[in-house]
Nanobody, 119 residues
Framework: QLQLVESGGGLVQPGGSLRLSCAAS????????IGWFRQAPGKEREGVSC???????NYADSVKGRFTISRDNAKNTVYLQMNSLKPEDTAVYYC?????????????WGLGTQVTVSS
């Protein structure tokens, strides 16, 4: 069964760091682009970052220079390193896949992991 599972969320103070993981099971991530998205209470879901099957990356302007996406195909896992976290980064973070490129339709959404940035 194709499944994505996010982990690594938690409560962190402003300026802190977290690393989120998106682990795939039931299929290999090698040929997929993986996107990270987030949804804050009362707001629409927004794209955060994406990495293509070839390793190309993109980031939302709000996280550029602070977040880094990477993939480890051997572990069938994608990571989102989040540094210099701000209260406005508080949200549920989700990962999803698209065939090869970041510009396609995303599916197979995970259940999400909560990130709370607060002092």
């Amino acid at each position: 069964q194709l499944q994505l599972v996010e982990s690594g969320g938690g409560l962190v103070q402003p300026g802190g760091s977290l690393r989120l993981s998106c682990a795939a099971s039931g299929f290999t991530l090698d040929y997929y682009a993986i996107g990270w998205f987030r949804q804050a209470p009362g707001k629409e879901r927004e794209g955060v970052s994406c990495i293509s099957s070839g390793g190309s990356t993109n980031y939302a302007d709000s996280v550029k220079g602070r977040f880094t996406i990477s993939r480890d195909n051997a572990k069938n896992t994608v990571y989102l390193q989040m540094n210099s976290l701000k209260p406005e980064d508080t949200a549920v973070y989700y990962c999803a896949i698209s065939w090869r490129r970041c510009g396609g339709d995303f599916g197979s959404w995970g259940l999400g992991t909560q990130v709370t940035v607060s002092s």
